[in-house]
């Protein structure tokens, strides 16, 4: 049978005929009628008459143009016109996850490791720029700048965006709405995490607070400390006694002391503990006036990482550094890391091995014997959003890729078996989290996705600004010579102030930002 499309079209054409074809017939009949003069009553009335059929054919040819515009504009807004999907990235992990559980790429033809041919012949492209020096945002931005003059197969489909940032492109029109724009129903996010979804929600007035973007992932923190240093210490290493030790600030801060006792190190660098605190603060860093503030677990952070580096709790080192990731495997001596769900298995796991290529299986580094507690706080950090970019010309295949890769539960299901991730689907984790089967082998067994189902219930998501990544990382880099010591707090602020203005401009701060640190 005939597709809907066609048969729509054929009934058109049909409707647009009869109408041409009825103006037809009464113009033969006044030809075929006797010539009159042109004074005669009748005459004049057969040529009112056929000017008035002239007008009807008129305007009958403008309906007939306006039904054939009318179907184009909806066949576009239905379906893809473009023959490529590109999408920009900062790293591999997304690639990896389409790859391996995106279910309409043509397995049969491989193109590259960043290109796929999917079953209905449009290709996906992805465009990898890292995150070093803003190089991923400052090129995305050059892109969306250039999107509408761009040429069809280069327009950018689809982007992917931090938390850090979210705010900035979700608060733009070169984002859609993943709903009335793209077309994802309420029932499909339904199930993901209330603040995966607070992220990325554009909180303009008169944007009626559209949803500019979705996750496969949720992202709760956890504590993921050493065994055999937890024996060592305490004698004991079951998560229910270690998460005893931890359980607030204060028992953390004894249990640092009593892992110094004994030669350890309670955490790697000045950042480490950086998120437990910022991601639960109750200020912005930036409010609707351009005003900062200095939030108070901002300070209460800076407070406990100068007593940590003073007393040598810390090992002095750098997030992401060649010293913080050695830090992770069999020749550090730091009994924990706090992670949220991507850091296990897409960072913690490689780093805790002696043999980078070898199989990842007990007896290769510290695979086996590392766990996971809850910690002195509930916590979050990072994740990712696919956006769908204003000016793409392929939104059916993005909104399906949407739709398989965050919304569908089996999807979300499996990536969390494959990869040990916590992906944004509610349902799915509990399900695994009741699991008695179910383990990571990088735990010893452990279920993990338990705890991190509890931890993601009691997130509380800080209020956000668009100068979060630039702040953030800012007060890190500035505070980093006052825990070394090199400068006073006072310098240290100062500089902080220097580097973000240097940023972004027509910031001020508020009456206290500059008071001492225990005012």
Known sequence: MFSKSFTKALTKRRCRSRLASSVEQEDRKLDSSVTEKESDPICIHRERKRGALKMKKNV????????????????????????????????????????????????????????????????????????????????????????????LDDKVDMFLMEADYALKYANSDFTLDVKNDVGLTDTDVADMYDYTKTVVTDTRSGKGSALKGVSWQATPGLYAYRTDLAEDCWGDSSPEFVQEKLKDWDSFNTATAEMKAKNHYMLSGYDDAYRVYSNNATNSWVNSSGVVTLDPQIKAWIKATKNYSDNKYNHGTTLWKDGWVADQGP?????????????????????????????????????????????????????????????????????????????????????????????????????????????????????????????????????????????????????????????????????????????????????????????
């Open 331 to 519: 020749t550090g001596n730091v009994f924990g890391f706090f992670y949220s769900t991507w850091g296990i298995n897409f960072t913690l796991l490689g780093n805790s091995l002696a043999d980078a290529k070898g199989d990842k299986k007990v007896g290769n580094g510290l695979y086996g014997k590392y766990r996971v507690c809850q910690g002195p706080a509930s916590w979050y950090w990072g994740g990712t959003w696919l956006s769908a970019c204003k000016g793409s010309d392929n939104l059916d295949t993005v909104k399906d890729i949407m739709k398989v890769m965050t919304c569908d539960k089996a999807t979300a299901k499996n990536i969390t078996k494959d990869t040990e991730d916590y992906t944004n689907n509610k349902t799915a984790m509990h399900e695994l989290a009741t699991d008695s089967t179910y383990g990571s082998a990088f735990l010893g067994g452990q279920n993990h996705i338990a705890l991190f189902e509890e931890s993601a219930k009691n997130i509380h998501l800080a209020p956000m600004s668009a100068y979060d990544q630039g702040c953030n990382e800012k007060i890190q880099t500035a505070m980093r010579d006052y825990f070394t010591g090199t400068v006073t707090y006072e310098k240290a602020i100062a500089n902080f102030k220097s580097s973000l203005n240097t940023v972004y401009s027509g910031l001020t701060y508020d009456a206290t930002f500059d008071a001492a640190i225990d005012a």
């Open 60 to 151: 009958v040819a403008l309906l007939a143009a306006v039904v054939v515009a009318a179907s184009s504009l909806t066949s576009c807004a239905n379906k893809n016109t473009g023959k490529v999907v590109n999408i920009r990235v900062w790293n591999t992990e997304f690639i990896e996850r389409f790859a391996k559980f995106y279910d309409k790429i043509d397995k049969t033809k491989t193109i590259s490791d960043t290109e796929y041919l999917l079953t209905d012949g449009t290709k996906v492209v992805f465009t990898v720029t890292a995150n070093d020096n803003n190089g991923y945002q400052n090129a995305l931005d050059e892109a969306l700048k250039n999107q509408e003059t761009a040429a």
